[in-house]
């Protein structure tokens, strides 16, 4: 099975840099996905993680250990409607989606 | 382009009331399809997931039923609603070999 873990609360000044941090336990490794959710909604797909390092993607970019069962969400130049809940999820061998319990990201102007 | 339809989004049930849900993808064939609950405040919970016609896998014992009648239709159902099925469901699919879930905008159910 999986097992995810991640801060319950972060909160950051707008125009600030913040990291989520996730941690992972998982029988076999195929990817890394980030959601982000406002209050309300569904969640969005932000990236998907296979290989080590960093991706980037605008504002937002992704990093992955394999080794470590680590991963990172960050998030520059934070803006009012980056408050959000962000989701870690592992998929399992058949395709279902494990998810962590979410970060909730408060910016502050 | 693909897009995913759930309905109705908001919902107001009696306890012991029956329940339906529909999810509609359009735009591609034969997508995997899941049905999530998020109780408030909580993460998401896998309820049931499908990969093809007929084909329901279910994750957690309820009394909630999954039912998928044509290729890109997805179905959630009760026959007696219970307080503790209130949360918000939502709808996903992927396609083909791909893991990326895409998410429907959700039904939101209160049950009183």
């Known amino acids: 099975g999986q097992n995810i873990d991640q801060p319950t609360e972060m909160t950051a000044t707008e125009g600030a840099i913040v990291q989520i941090n996730c941690t992972y336990q998982?029988?076999?490794?195929?990817?890394l996905f980030w959601y982000q959710q406002h209050a309300g909604e569904a969640p969005t797909f932000l990236s998907y993680n296979v290989l080590d390092g960093l991706e980037e993607k605008g504002r937002f970019s992704s990093f992955l250990s394999r080794s470590k069962g680590y991963s990172y969400l960050l998030l520059k130049e934070l803006q009012m409607k980056d408050s959000a809940s962000y989701l870690c999820?592992?998929?399992?061998?058949?395709?279902?989606?494990?998810f962590g319990a979410g970060t909730t990201v408060t910016v502050r102007a | 382009s693909q897009t995913i339809h759930q309905w109705p989004a908001t919902l107001v049930q009696p306890v012991g009331s029956p329940l339906s849900l529909e999810c509609t993808v359009e735009g591609t064939s034969n997508p995997n399809l899941y049905w999530y609950r998020q109780a408030a405040g909580r993460g998401l919970q896998l309820l049931f997931y499908s990969v093809g016609i007929g084909q329901i896998s279910s994750e957690v014992p309820q009394n909630l039923s999954a039912s998928r009648p044509q290729d890109r239709q997805f179905i959630l159902s009760s026959k007696k609603l219970l307080l503790s099925d209130s949360g918000f469901y939502l709808c996903?699919?992927?396609?083909?070999?791909?893991?990326?879930?895409?998410f429907g905008p959700g039904t939101r159910l209160l049950v009183l």
């Open positions: 998982t029988s076999g490794f195929n990817g």
């Open positions: 999820a592992v998929p399992s061998n058949d395709y279902k989606l494990s």
């Open positions: 996903a699919w992927t396609e083909g070999a791909a893991r990326t879930q895409y």
